[in-house]
């Protein structure tokens, strides 16, 4: 069994910047894939970015090129960089996990966190 925690979130301006962390605890992340997604308010959960656990990493085309994940397996935590935030990413982020490769399909990733709330304001 996977426990994770969400932290980072907040309120921002448009172009900043946040550090989304996922940590985990019940069992290390080895040869795991960790996914965020994100959902806004009366919209469904995306995918956002996943990295696989030894390496591999995957982003939806809203994100490219301004947001980046990545791992500290020594702190059993996986990392969203967020960059040059935009309005439209305000949602609830959530990190996922599953004992797999990483795909952006949500319904595949069994564990999954609280949830972290991001805001950009404009």
């Known amino acids: 069994q996977v426990q994770l925690e969400e932290s980072g979130g907040g309120l921002v301006q448009a172009g900043d910047s946040l550090r989304l962390s996922c940590a985990a605890s019940?069992?290390?992340?080895?040869?795991?894939?960790v996914g965020w997604f994100h959902q806004a308010p009366g919209k469904e959960r995306e995918f956002v970015a996943a990295?696989?656990?030894?390496?591999?990493?995957y982003f939806a085309d809203s994100v490219k090129g301004r947001f980046t994940i990545s791992s500290d397996e020594a702190r059993n935590t996986v990392y969203l960089q967020m960059n040059r935030l935009k309005p439209e990413d305000t949602a609830v982020y959530y990190c996922?996990?599953?004992?797999?490769?990483?795909?952006?399909?949500?319904?595949?990733?069994?564990?999954w966190g609280q949830g972290t709330q991001v805001t950009v304001s404009s």
């Open positions: 996922a996990a599953r004992p797999s490769w990483a795909t952006m399909n949500s319904a595949s990733y069994p564990y």
């Open positions: 990295i696989n656990l030894p390496g591999g990493t």
């Open positions: 019940g069992r290390a992340f080895t040869n795991y894939a």
